[in-house]
T-cell receptor
Framework: RKEVEQDPGPFNVPEGATVAFNCTYSNSASQSFFWYRQDCRKEPKLLMSVYSSGNEDGRFTAQLNRASQYISLLIRDSKLSDSATYLCVVNLYNQGGKLIFGQGTELSVKP | ETGVTQTPRHLVMGMTNKKSLKCEQHLGHNAMYWYKQSAKKPLELMFVYSLEERVENNSVPSRFSPECPNSSHLFLHLHTLQPEDSALYLC????????????FGNGTRLTVT
């Protein structure tokens, strides 16, 4: 089982749609979770840190389910500018806090 | 200048060349990282430095040699690379190691011919 596994993409959605990405992780000792966004040929940029109670930032909502070891990202009212690859990142607490990246889920929002 | 800066942005080198990638961070962070991103693959951690001391080396071939002279600068020295080493090389920094999110530089796109 991969340490961090994301929904395979790509996701093609119309503007205004709601889209959700899931990410599962294998290391139950993980303590920190993040979602990054990466535009084509650019560096990843932090989108959200994921807190145990779940958190919301505008149209974006992140949730953590420790029992099932998955993290989700919900995007409401999708914009064209949301088109990017979304990376799930998990730390391996019992390996010195190493951060492991998922392979990414590509989102394409169409007019 | 703020953030994490990488130079050069693009690099083409032959298999017998020696080159270096440079990374500089102006965020006052204590940890710096090198990641490799190949097409259709997850980011791969190569090296981690915390307070200028290497704490992680993910079985990277010796043709990649990191150097961290101080907490603001990180280098990746390259020699006798292979075509399969062509990738985007990303430098990142974080306040501490582990629980903090990473701040990435804009990357060096390397092509080995």
């Amino acid at each position: 089982r991969k340490e961090v596994e994301q929904d395979p993409g790509p996701f093609n959605v119309p503007e205004g749609a709601t889209v959700a990405f899931n990410c599962t992780y294998s290391n139950s000792a993980s303590q920190s979770f993040f979602w990054y966004r990466q535009d084509c040929r650019k560096e990843p940029k932090l989108l959200m840190s994921v807190y145990s109670s779940g958190n919301e930032d505008g149209r974006f909502t992140a949730q953590l389910n420790r029992a099932s070891q998955y993290i989700s990202l919900l995007i409401r009212d999708s914009k064209l500018s949301d088109s990017a690859t979304y990376l799930c990142v998990v730390n391996l607490y019992n390996q010195g806090g190493k951060l492991i990246f998922g392979q990414g889920t590509e989102l394409s929002v169409k007019p | 200048e703020t953030g994490v800066t990488q130079t050069p942005r693009h690099l083409v080198m032959g298999m017998t060349n020696k080159k270096s990638l440079k990374c500089e961070q102006h965020l006052g962070h204590n940890a710096m990282y090198w990641y490799k991103q190949s097409a259709k693959k997850p980011l791969e951690l190569m090296f981690v430095y915390s307070l200028e001391e290497r704490v992680e080396n993910n079985s990277v071939p010796s043709r990649f040699s990191p150097e961290c002279p101080n907490s603001s600068h990180l280098f990746l020295h390259l020699h006798t690379l292979q075509p399969e080493d062509s990738a985007l090389y990303l430098c990142a920094s974080s306040p501490g190691q582990g629980n903090s999110p990473l701040h990435f530089g804009n990357g060096t796109r390397l092509t080995v011919t």
